[in-house]
């Protein structure tokens, strides 16, 4: 077996973290995921590894003990549909799969950094602070909030998370994320719009406190995302659940002028009323907390929205055929 094995490797936050394995000269690395779309395919293609397994074959591998030791595991597989609604699906694949993989981990002397999820944090009502003491009252909107809030709860009552690193990505984008549908990021599935079309679409605010455009996300490019997680890897007396997002909340309206100026063309902003099956699970605000992570010695600095989008346009985005 490798020295390291991600999970999730093909996706959006799992790509990055191989890649910059690779960038460390690391290849000695199994990637495990379910390539369902040629996104992921093309995620695989720029990256160096020893082997990929299916991941239906990996859990079957791993339930009878044919999985050797390894240095590290990255577990970022997981259905993140925040519309899925089948609960006994998102309970085995994200909660159960979760459980089983960091235990495996613990026993074999692996290093455990695993996803958790912003969605923990539901409306944002009691703040997004990721102290222990926190954590037991959260109320996430949809059920792909609870099955990450679900692993945190068991990993907190079984005393796991001084061993082990939880890391709550908020609104992550950037490159390898094409295969993600929906769930991609309006900076992904708006870039070919504005180019053809000129303008952007966001969704109109139906809360009087927000004006349309002005509900705000923490944003955090996924290149940073996984030096956070790269570092939790390096620190393995930093443990516990992290946050991950810049620490600063940024409107849509400020995500598309960064749009509109990486491509070099005037601001054409228009809104759409949101679906109502979306209105009652619609987060406003998010913003991380980022003094835990701060105190446990992360020196990884975030980039300014702008220079995010710059990159990711520029260099990415635009190169694509």
């Known amino acids: 077996m490798s020295r390291f094995i991600v999970t999730g490797g093909a996706g959006l936050i799992g790509s990055n973290i191989v890649e910059k394995l690779n960038n460390r000269g690391e290849t000695d690395i199994t990637v495990v995921?379910?390539?369902?779309?040629?996104?992921?395919?093309?995620?695989?293609?720029?990256?160096?590894?020893?082997?990929?397994?299916?991941?239906?074959?990996?859990?079957?591998?791993?339930?009878?003990?044919?999985?050797?030791?390894?240095?590290?595991?990255?577990?970022?597989?997981?259905?993140?549909?925040?519309?899925?609604t089948d609960e006994a699906y998102l309970d085995d694949n994200?909660?159960?799969?979760?459980?089983?993989?960091?235990?495996?981990?613990?026993?074999?002397?692996?290093?455990?950094?695993?996803?958790?999820?912003?969605?923990?944090?539901?409306?944002g009502s009691l703040g997004y602070s990721d102290s222990d003491n926190v954590t037991p009252n959260l109320q996430p909107l949809n059920l792909y909030g609870w099955s990450k809030q679900k692993f945190d709860l068991w990993a907190l009552r079984e005393g796991l998370l001084d061993k082990i690193a939880g890391v709550k990505y908020f609104n992550v984008f950037g490159p390898g994320e094409d295969h993600k549908g929906d769930m991609r990021s309006v900076v992904n599935k708006s870039y070919t719009g504005i180019m053809d079309t000129g303008f952007i679409s966001l969704f109109k605010s139906h809360r009087p406190d927000y004006a349309d455009g002005e509900q705000d996300r923490d944003f955090v490019y996924v290149k940073d995302a996984a030096e956070v997680t790269l570092w939790l890897y390096d620190h393995p007396e930093a443990n516990g659940l992290f946050n991950c997002g810049?620490?600063?909340?940024?409107?849509?309206?400020?995500?598309?002028?960064?749009?509109?100026?990486?491509?070099?063309?005037?601001?054409?902003?228009?809104?759409?009323?949101?679906?109502?099956?979306?209105?009652?699970?619609?987060q406003y605000h998010t913003e991380a907390d980022m003094r835990k992570l701060r105190a446990a010695g992360c020196d990884v600095q975030f980039r300014p929205l702008e220079e995010s989008v710059r990159d990711y346009i520029g260099n990415h985005l635009s190169k694509q055929e």
């Not at 459980?99 to 912003?118: I, K, M, N, P, T």
């Open 33 to 84: 995921d379910h390539l369902n779309h040629p996104g992921k395919q093309r995620n695989l293609d720029r990256l160096k590894f020893t082997r990929y397994v299916d991941r239906a074959e990996f859990r079957k591998a791993f339930r009878r003990g044919a999985v050797a030791a390894v240095d590290g595991v990255f577990h970022l597989g997981a259905c993140s549909s925040t519309t899925e």
């Open 94 to 123: 994200n909660t159960a799969y979760t459980q089983d993989l960091c235990q495996w981990s613990l026993e074999h002397g692996a290093r455990f950094v695993y996803a958790s999820s912003a969605a923990t944090y539901g409306d």
């Open 246 to 282: 810049t620490g600063k909340a940024r409107t849509w309206l400020d995500l598309a002028h960064a749009m509109f100026s990486a491509i070099g063309t005037e601001p054409d902003i228009r809104f759409t009323p949101m679906p109502e099956s979306l209105r009652p699970r619609y």
